[in-house]
Structure formats: structure tokens, C-alpha cells
């Protein structure tokens, strides 16, 4: 690993298209390459189905964007989740998907999203493709929040960092995929100004640094307005 790269983190793989090699366990129980299952722009999801963290708002959130988006999932787009944690099958991750299909309150059809693990290998080669990074402590994980969006191609186009999105930026990104544009991030922006906190398993916002950077900005403002600020003359009677 680099050392510039985070431990736990993204490190943006933007255009990175997906290998027909990482291959993934289905609803259905049958392992499929992850590359054919997409053929629309397509919402990548990384969690891992017993977190006690970060995961559930992330879904909770991709569940109202499903509800509010004027696009048809299934159709316009899709969403496939994928397990981090190879101690998890399927059986699992069937049922956490009733959990949040029951939160979308329109009519949809749930082939849209999809629920999946995969075995160690697989996940190691999926979060190297997307440059996910965690960390296992214990029987859990420390991880950042993002989606990562896809071309209808396997390409990846966007990161959508936190756990909240909104619908406007994820049809904007999705919008983005379908043309095959990808598009920067505000990622080092965050991870300057954002603290990751392994207790709350969130992340926080750097007071001090953000203090500091305004504080540098207002000074720089007042020494400009000074330096530029045309000087009077002294008329002697």
C-alpha cells in the first residue's frame, strides 16, 4: 500500500472497469460474474449485512432515495449490494433485503436491488477494484460510507461519500453513468476536513482544521484589502 493511502478509506479508481473474473454469490444462491449482472447504470453498494454501524443509515438512505427518484429501478437503474464479510451468505442477505424493500414505499420491482456476498478472494479483488478500503477489528470492521456508481458498461464513474444522499445527485451521477462520463469527487476535500471516529464508526467533522483554514482565509482577505486599498494623500495647506 502507498504511503499516501488510507487504511481505511476510498482510493479513487474512476474508469476502472469491472473484471468478468470477481464473480458473486446471487438472491438464488447461484455465483455469477458481478460484470454481467450490469447492463445499466448501477448503484454499487459495499456493507456487510450485521454491521452495528454505518451500514444501516447508508441503506436506510438509498431507500428513500429509491422512493423519491423519479426513475424506475429495474429499468432506468439499478442497485446491487454486495457483503464485505465472507462469513455471510445469502440466506442473510435475503432477508435484510426484505427489510429494506418493505421501507420503499412505492411500487417497485425488487429485481431492481440486489442482495449478495461473495467468498474472501472475490472481496478482496472487488474492494481493490473500487479502492475500498477497511479495517477488522474483532468480528467487525471499520470502513468508510460511499456508493460507487457504474456505467452500464462495468465502468466506474462516480463516489457518493457518507451515508446520506440526496436524489438530485444520485440521478445526476446516474444520468453521468448512462453517457459513460465520469466525474470527480470532493474526496480529499473530505478527508481533510472529516475525522474518521472508530467509536461512533462515523465520520466528524475536523473543528480544528476547518477553524484553521477559515481563520488562514479571513487573514489573507483582510492583508489583500490592506495591500490593495489605494492610500490618501496628504494635502498641506
Not at 488510507?6 to 464473480?23: A, K, Y
Request: charged share 20%; aromatic share 8%; net charge neutral.
Amino acid at each position: 500500500m502507498p504511503a499516501n493511502d488510507p487504511e481505511i478509506g476510498i482510493v479513487e479508481h474512476l474508469d476502472t472497469i469491472l473484471s468478468p473474473g470477481i464473480m458473486v454469490i446471487g438472491e438464488t444462491g447461484d455465483t455469477v460474474p458481478l460484470l454481467s449482472l450490469i447492463n445499466k447504470p448501477t448503484i454499487l453498494n459495499l456493507v456487510y449485512y450485521r454491521c452495528p454501524g454505518i451500514c444501516s443509515p447508508i441503506m436506510n438512505s438509498l431507500a428513500e432515495v429509491v422512493d423519491k427518484l423519479d426513475m424506475v429501478i429495474g429499468k432506468d437503474y439499478q442497485i446491487l449490494t454486495v457483503s464485505f464479510d465472507a462469513r455471510e451468505d445469502i440466506s442473510l442477505a435475503v432477508k435484510k433485503k426484505q427489510n429494506y424493500i418493505n421501507m420503499v414505499k412505492k411500487e417497485i420491482d425488487p429485481a431492481g436491488w440486489q442482495f449478495m456476498t461473495a467468498d474472501s478472494l472475490d472481496i478482496a479483488n472487488l474492494c481493490n477494484t473500487v479502492g475500498f478500503r477497511f479495517k477488522i477489528v474483532g468480528n467487525d470492521f471499520l470502513h468508510p460510507g460511499m456508493i460507487a456508481v457504474f456505467s452500464p458498461q462495468g465502468k466506474l464513474t462516480r463516489y457518493l461519500f457518507g451515508t446520506y444522499f440526496l436524489p438530485f445527485e444520485v440521478k445526476l451521477a446516474l444520468a453521468e453513468a448512462n453517457k459513460g462520463l465520469s466525474g470527480p469527487t470532493i474526496n480529499r476535500v473530505l478527508q481533510f476536513c472529516y475525522t474518521y471516529d472508530p467509536q461512533g464508526r462515523q465520520y466528524v467533522l475536523n473543528v480544528t482544521k476547518v477553524s484553521g483554514i477559515l481563520i488562514l482565509a479571513i487573514g489573507l482577505i483582510v492583508i489583500l484589502v490592506l495591500i490593495l486599498k489605494p492610500k490618501r494623500k496628504n494635502h498641506q495647506q
